[in-house]
């Protein structure tokens, strides 16, 4: 239930955040173009707080959190007086309309630079990309990708850690060959490996791009063996201390190391199982009853333990922070790479490349702002900085119950100079809410499949 109220919490602050910069965008160029905003609303629905400005407008923040709006004068839709004419959207010309609807999407971009500005000049603690193991006969051992190495180059991208390692191998799904460039930590010399990828089989709702490609990042040690116990947790109310080596549960013996034992006793939420541990070279049997805990909609097992592991070394790790200066260039170059990577996978969603089984709704979403919040700010602002992105390239898309089709509209007037007749529009807009409403039933689809499957 904390992870459910988590979530939805962290979803609300920034659906909130990134909706009311959006529609920011949209009201600061409006009033800059002399229209008359009449009410600049975040969320839907029920007004839960409402206030009119010496300027006119009423700021609204309602009840529904999944999007905002701002109304605008406009003659189409209200009975306007004469000398408010020149203040409605409809009179201004037609590249005031553009530069108006545009700023949404825009304003969303320059948030996600801002974002990623402060990401950096706080610094991100990070993990050098380095290998730990290659998969036999996978497609990494096919191109002779060797173990204990770096990756510092992925499709001509620079890699700094495995974040930057991830995209760059999705931004190159539907390619025949990926070259990835890796050196060891005691030489500076830089190899070069083909990856032969036309028939790679890549499911991001199953696995990883790099477990896919028989890639296993370098992780330390972690043993069998207990090293924190939780206060009041279900470990310490049956007795086991730390320094317990783990042995069995329910004599089915923990073979494969923690992440075995991990999900083994996942399995048992709320249920008494005999746990094995060898305690001063003597084996004894405890039991032990975990507590049932929702994750990710599941009910699974926990424990209440940490193990024992080795310390990452000093050298694998980094952070990734930048000066007052260097910082914009970093943040507009990483914002630029994420909108090209989206438009990217657009389009390579269109093309079959990648399955619509890869999109995502407001339940994943959520699990991505609670997840990132309880990182830390600086993962909280990184979070914000891709969600302002995306919710910038949807709005661009061409289809009329958004801020795409607008333009859409507008940029056929430039051209025609004319308006687009109004039957044409309304059947625009009824195509565009059917095609938004199937694309966020096959995300919730998908949403629903993760949690539950």
Do not use: C
Not at 325 to 342: D, K, M, Q, Y
């Amino acid at each position: 239930m904390f992870d459910f109220i988590w979530n939805a919490a962290s979803f609300v602050v920034a659906l909130g955040i990134l909706v009311t910069v959006h529609e920011y965008g949209h009201f600061w160029v409006a009033r800059k173009n002399g229209v008359k905003v009449e009410r600049f609303s975040v969320g839907f629905g029920k007004a839960l707080w409402r206030k009119t400005g010496k300027d006119g407008t009423e700021y609204v923040v309602a009840m529904i959190p999944l999007g905002g709006y701002v109304k605008m004068l406009d003659e189409r839709v209200d009975d306007v007086a004469e000398e408010d004419k020149d203040k409605t959207f409809n009179s201004k010309s037609v590249y005031q309309r553009i530069a108006i609807i545009a700023a949404g999407p825009f304003a969303n971009f320059a948030f996600a630079i801002f974002a990623f500005y402060l990401m950096f000049l706080i610094g991100v603690p990070s993990i050098k990309p380095v290998i730990g193991s290659i998969s036999p006969n996978s497609i990494a051992a096919q191109a002779q990708v060797p173990s204990d190495v770096q990756v510092v180059e992925v499709a001509g991208k620079t890699t700094q850690d495995w974040q930057d390692v991830n995209l760059a191998l999705i931004g190159e799904i539907g390619a025949n060959t990926i070259v990835i460039k890796t050196k060891s930590s005691d030489s500076q010399y830089v190899s070069s490996h083909s990856l032969l990828t036309k028939d790679w089989q890549f499911s991001p709702e199953k696995t990883t791009a790099l477990t896919s490609l028989g890639i296993t990042p370098y992780r330390p040690a972690v043993y069998n063996e207990l090293a924190a116990i939780g206060k009041d947790s279900p470990a310490e109310k049956s007795g086991l201390q730390v320094g317990d080596k783990l042995v069995a549960i329910n004599n089915e013996p923990i073979a494969e190391g923690w992440l075995d034992f991990a999900n083994k006793i996942k399995r048992y939420p709320d249920e008494t199982v005999s746990l094995t541990i060898e305690r001063a070279g003597n084996q004894q049997v405890i039991a032990v009853t975990p507590q049932g805990i929702e994750q990710n909609g599941k009910l699974i097992g926990y424990l209440g333990v940490s193990p024992k592991s080795d310390n990452w070394p000093d050298e694998y790790r980094i952070d990734i922070s930048y000066g007052l200066f260097p910082a914009i260039g970093e943040s507009v170059h990483r914002t630029w790479n994420l909108i090209t990577l989206s438009f990217n996978m657009i389009g390579k969603l269109i093309t079959g490349d990648v399955s619509v089984k890869n999109l995502s709704g407001p339940i994943a979403i959520a699990q991505g702002a609670g997840d990132s919040a309880g990182y830390g700010f600086v993962y909280f602002l990184g979070f914000l900085a891709l969600i302002s992105i995306n919710l910038g390239i949807i709005n661009l898309l061409p289809l009329p119950v958004l801020d795409g089709g607008h333009l859409l509209y507008y940029l056929i007037e430039l051209l025609t100079g004319k308006p687009v007749p109004e039957k044409i529009q309304e059947a625009g807009f009824k195509f565009g809410a059917l095609a938004l409403l199937a694309l966020m039933s096959v995300a919730l689809f998908n949403d629903f499949s993760r949690v539950l499957g």
